[in-house]
């Protein structure tokens, strides 16, 4: 009796306790496709309920009656049955009904928005070639709905066996109508394909983007002056068109792309194909249509799991707590507004360099994401020279010549693990220099030579490479900035001359400056003297060395003879008088010089009478007396004329 009451008892225990077990657990950022599964762990095997944040209980997945009502329900088995097992599809009384969500029931081909696909669909905007073959079936919807942005969907499984590229032909029709309405081409994939895209009459396709497991690969060949944007996002689902061929997530990837880019507005998809034609009416849909797809629904997986299904959250009403509850008990998850990451900035900015600039992008999202900047491939460290402004952009005190180079504007939502990343392409402009003001003091003009003083505003840190040149006449003169004070030299005495001056920097050449005419000052001409006012010192020398005997007097006269000489050869002073003075006192002075010579002759005459030794030095004394004089004279002479 005990024992069957405490078994009575665990067993209410476990169904007390027994708990909802939720997954995913934790705070979602969601806009579509989320599904969500809740079991009830209790012994009962109870089918657990979800409620909305409005405390309704949401109705389990029903098939429409139009998507559920087949034409011919014997094909449809005999055609799709085999895939009753996989994902998209269900059996149901022997027969294939696709029951989840976005997926027909009948075709279980993709049925998203009014893109219905449809196979063997033959009016498509785009068409498909093999190998020159006539146009291929297609996989295909269009959609007439009218968005800001078009995206067309190109899809295939292989291209022809060949490193040849597989040619997309695109022409944009209506631009100059539509200039506002952004155009986003898809080219998917399930095997590696070499693309070639073309894009005709110079047009320009906003976003590429590139869906594949070969993203990776070197497969895509584009002019990419006519492609703003190029996106391959990593592990982003993919799909052709027809997944029971090769499988494929098309549901979900028409979702990523409704989240990230727009409404797709076309899709064409076929098994394989070597060209490809699309043109893109942008004035075809007019009228915008409001988009109501499913919000919500359920699937009950077992008897006691449910699995619970979000799509395009586009009311505040649709987010907040959802709750799963068993029979015992409940678990709730909170549903946050998300929205996508959004980086939109211009590719090529220009930057002053020297002053402060902005390079412009602007980051959104829900959750709001974190902005970083990258250049050239390294992140910036954000302190200092650099700040990152509300909204994303990227500041800069002051621009020097290293940011010259490609950033990169990227946002990342922590939350989610999205990220979003711009290239930007920074150009740095150099600012053109002011003319500086020229100025010429009279004082510092001379006859060969004049000085140029120049004022200016410009600073050296500002203008790379800044110098001046100053013109004047044919000739030119180039200066560093850092030279002020210039000097024009080899200029011609009594000359006119015209001088102005440029700054010239890498961001060009200035006007002119001020224009200022001047005259150099006349030759100044210093008088010579003649070598007759001074060669009387060299007869004066050579007479010393025939008649001197006194070692003392030659030493004397000869010192006498370098001091003439020095005066002599000095040079003139600029100023006739004082020529003239310095004329007078050599004359003088040569004047004294030979009277003292001519003492000392005296004197060794009247000596040389006065002691003869013998007759014959008698006769000697007295021939030298009459002739040595007379021919001394007479040589004396002789030079003097000469000089």
């Not at 490193?163 to 309405?181: A, E, G």
């Not at 998300?338 to 412009?360: C, L």
């Not at 050239?376 to 402004?389: A, E, K, R």
């Not at 102005?500 to 003297?529: D, L, R, Y």
């Amino acid at each position: 009796m005990y024992i069957q009451a405490l078994l009575l008892l665990a067993i209410e225990i476990e169904c007390i306790f027994s708990s909802v077990v939720l997954k995913p657990t934790g705070n979602q950022y969601v806009k579509s496709n989320l599904q969500l599964t809740c079991t009830d762990e209790s012994v009962d095997y109870t089918q657990p309920e979800w409620i909305s944040p409005s405390s309704n209980k949401i109705d389990t997945f029903q098939p429409s009656e139009e998507g559920a009502n087949c034409d011919n329900a014997e094909s449809c088995n005999a055609e799709f049955g085999r895939y009753c097992q996989n994902s998209f599809a269900s059996c149901v009384n022997g027969f294939c009904a696709c029951q989840q969500f976005g997926i027909d029931p009948c075709s279980c081909l993709a049925s998203l928005n009014d893109c219905h696909m449809i196979r063997g669909n033959s009016e498509n905007i785009t068409t498909a070639t093999l190998v020159g073959n006539d146009p291929l079936q297609y996989t295909s919807c269009e959609s007439n709905i009218a968005t800001d942005t078009e995206v067309h969907v190109i899809a295939m499984v292989y291209g022809i066996q060949s490193p040849v590229y597989t040619n997309v032909n695109v022409n944009i029709l209506n631009r100059n109508m539509n200039t506002d309405k952004e155009v986003v081409l898809v080219l998917v994939s399930d095997r590696l394909v070499f693309w070639e895209v073309n894009i005709q009459n110079n047009e320009t396709v906003d976003r590429l983007v590139q869906l594949s497991s070969y993203q990776d690969e070197d497969n895509l060949k584009v002019d990419h002056r006519q492609v703003n944007a190029i996106d391959k996002p990593k592990d982003a689902p993919y799909g052709i068109g027809d997944d029971a061929i090769h499988g494929g997530k098309t549901v979900d990837m028409m979702l990523y792309l409704e989240e990230n880019y727009g409404h797709v507005s076309s899709f064409t998809a076929t098994e394989a194909a070597n060209s490809w034609n699309i043109t893109i009416d942008l004035a075809r849909n007019t009228m915008m249509q409001n988009i109501n797809p499913p919000v919500v629904f359920t699937e009950n997986l077992q008897p006691w799991q449910t699995k619970l299904t979000l799509a395009w959250l586009q009311n505040d009403e649709d987010y907040g707590t959802y709750t799963c509850r068993g029979k015992h008990s409940q678990n709730n998850l909170q549903i946050l507004k998300r929205e996508p990451i959004v980086v939109q900035a211009p590719h090529k900015q220009n930057i002053t360099f020297y002053e402060g600039g902005v390079i412009r992008c602007d980051v959104t999202g829900l959750p709001k994401p974190k902005v970083s900047w990258l250049f050239d491939g390294n992140f910036l460290n954000v302190s200092g020279q650099y700040d990152i402004l509300e909204g994303g952009s990227l500041n800069i005190s002051k621009v020097t010549i290293h940011e010259d180079g490609t950033f990169e504007c990227r946002g990342d939502q922590v939350e989610t693990g999205d990220t979003h990343a711009e290239s930007i392409k920074v150009t740095i402009i150099h600012s053109v220099p002011e003319p500086p003001v020229i100025r010429i003091p009279e004082e510092d003009v001379g006859s060969y030579i004049a000085k140029i003083h120049i004022n200016s505003t410009n600073a050296v840190e500002k203008f790379m490479g800044l110098h001046y040149i100053i013109y004047y006449n044919d000739q030119n003169l180039t200066t560093s900035s850092d030279n002020s004070v210039p000097e024009l030299i080899s200029l011609t005495p009594s000359t006119l001359y015209d001088v102005h001056a440029v700054a010239v920097s890498m961001g060009g050449t200035s006007q002119e400056s001020n224009h200022i005419k001047f005259t150099t000052k006349v030759e100044i001409t210093t008088m010579q003297p003649t070598p007759r006012d001074v060669a009387t010192s060299d007869v004066t020398v050579m007479m010393l060395r025939d008649v001197a005997t006194s070692d003392v007097t030659v030493m004397m006269l000869r010192d006498v003879s370098k001091t003439v000489n020095s005066q002599v050869t000095e040079k003139p002073r600029s100023s006739s008088k004082k020529g003239i003075i310095a004329a007078c006192s050599i004359g003088a002075f040569i004047v004294f010089v030979l009277f003292i010579i001519f003492i000392i002759f005296i004197y060794q005459k009247l000596r040389s009478r006065q002691k003869p030794d013998s007759i014959g030095d008698k006769h000697q004394v007295n021939e030298l007396a009459e002739t040595e004089p007379l021919a001394q004279d007479k040589e004396c002479n002789t030079k003097t004329d000469a000089v």
